[in-house]
């Protein structure tokens, strides 16, 4: 332990690098799905309906709103480990989280053969942020062993996050009906597509 001081880069570049990253995502994601799913409905058949209906509805109001969302909790998870030197855990599993949240996109953009909604901030801004916020913590002392059981639970809890903003947000704009919305019951893909 060399006892260096955890700055506020570490800690306040979190949420700094997820808005970075997530710019790029609030501006392409509804466009990329609408156009995409048609598509990706045929490549993977082993997918949901409902999950692909919610995908194809999802308007630029409810992801921005999710991204909000979670904005707030990754703030929040900052905020604590500012407060604490960066010994936070609850600091240090948003920060485990983020890292394999970047894999995934990659991940996805080899799966679909093409550019996603952050692939390309992925390896630019969240898998450097992390990595270098890591070895900045390590370098303080104050950085918990991370075992890959570690990661698959920053990863699901960073899922199981993604999917409550989601559901907050179309609450907040008066669409947890269930997931419907105006759309409900609509499964012969008339559903309007948002703007």
């Keep these: 332990m060399t006892g260096e001081r955890v700055g506020g880069a570490v800690t306040w570049g979190l949420p700094g690098a997820r808005v970075v990253h997530d710019l790029g995502e609030v501006a392409t994601v509804p466009g990329w799905l609408r156009r995409n799913v048609p598509g990706l409905r045929k490549r993977f058949t082993q997918v949901p309906e409902e ?27 900052a905020a604590a480990g500012r407060l604490t030197g960066g010994r936070s855990g609850f600091c240090q599993s948003a920060l485990i989280g983020y890292g394999p949240h970047g894999v995934m996109h990659l991940a996805q ?42 990661a698959v639970a920053g990863s699901a809890a960073a899922g199981a996050a993604t999917v409550a903003s989601h559901i907050v947000a179309r609450r907040l704009l008066g669409r947890g009906d ?10 012969d893909g008339s559903a309007r597509r948002p703007s």
Excluded: N, Q
Aim: with cysteine; hydrophobic share 45%.
């Design 109 to 150: 953009a080899a799966a679909v053969r093409g550019c996603i909604p952050g692939s390309v901030t992925s390896p630019l801004v969240v898998l450097p942020f992390t990595l270098w916020a890591r070895g900045r913590l390590r370098k303080a002392g104050v950085l918990r062993p991370a075992r890959p059981c570690d």
């Design 178 to 187: 269930g997931g419907g919305g105006r759309h409900a019951g609509r499964h």
């Design 51 to 77: 999950v692909r209906r919610r995908a194809e509805t999802m308007g630029a109001a409810e992801f921005a709103t999710a991204v909000g969302v979670m904005g707030a909790v990754v703030g929040t998870a």
